[in-house]
């Protein structure tokens, strides 16, 4: 056996939820890289068709479609008319930094719809579109290192990470007969938008740096290395686990009180 393909995506399609920025747009732009055909979906058309054209003028091949996962039926259309799903990943998230006693309702309808509900409807779909196809695929979710530890004011998302964690690993046992593997990844602090208000925050910044054992956040770019290994053959026998990104934050499990 040659292992000299063993990361090559030639020949596939991949959705990637949440492209139009961040980690996705990361992600959408590796899978290109390594010869996916990439269908960049996200709420924000502008975004999606940034990352698209950034595909192409690398010379690769990029279709763009909306997909807003509080909607039942765009989740569902997002694979309409598509041949075959090789690789799904799913990356949008949100989070309301609060403590448990401050959280409103509504605030917690907010982010377990979005990071628990609609991760559900995107995986449950792209679940029946692998299983009918008859090929098989890879499914990506990136739940966090708030699916193992939390602190202050990561309650609500830190529950809705575990629980998209075992979504997947449910999903893994449920679908491995079709061929189809389902896994996670979890990052510690990447630079993103999400993260932006907590760079703002020197004192927070430098913090969350000593934190992790390489003392310093992660770039989006360092997210896609372990999305194409799970995409690809060389994770062929991984199903139904997490794969942490964190710097080793879990580790050496530093902590801090956030300024709340």
């Known amino acids: 056996m040659s292992y000299k393909n ?3 995506l030639e020949g596939k399609t991949a959705v990637v939820v949440g492209a139009a920025s961040g980690i996705g747009q990361a992600a959408a732009k590796g899978l290109a890289d390594f010869g996916a055909k990439v269908i960049v979906a996200d709420m924000n058309l502008e975004g999606a068709n940034t990352t698209a054209q950034m595909i192409r003028e690398a010379g690769g091949t990029a279709e763009v479609r909306i997909a807003n996962l509080s909607d039942a039926s765009s989740v569902t259309a997002l694979f309409d008319g598509l041949e075959k799903v090789d690789v799904m990943v799913c990356t949008p998230a949100i989070n309301v930094r609060k403590r448990l006693l ?39 979710v990136f739940s966090s290192i ?19 964690l075992q979504i997947v690993k449910t999903l893994a046992a449920e679908l491995a007969e ?3 593997r389902v896994n996670a990844i979890g990052p510690g602090v990447v630079n993103t938008p999400l993260t932006a208000p907590i760079k703002a925050n020197k004192e927070w910044y430098e913090a969350y740096s000593r934190k992790s054992a390489l003392g310093r956040w992660a770039e989006v770019d360092e997210m896609v290395g ?12 991984v199903t139904g686990t997490i794969h ?13 009180t956030p300024p709340l």
């Open 6 to 8: 063993l990361f090559s």
């Open 102 to 140: 401050d959280y409103t309702d509504e605030e917690f309808d907010k982010v377990v719809g979005l990071n628990l509900k609609g991760n559900f409807r995107l995986l449950r779909e792209a679940g029946r579109f692998m299983k009918n196809q008859g090929s098989g695929g890879s499914i990506i």
């Open 146 to 164: 708030r699916s193992l530890v939390v602190e202050p004011g990561q309650g609500i998302y830190a529950a809705t990470k575990a629980g998209v």
């Open 178 to 180: 079709y061929g189809v």
């Open 226 to 237: 372990p999305v194409i290994y799970l995409a690809s053959q060389a994770s062929s026998f």
């Open 244 to 256: 942490f990104v964190d710097g080793g934050w879990t580790a050496i499990d530093g902590r801090f």
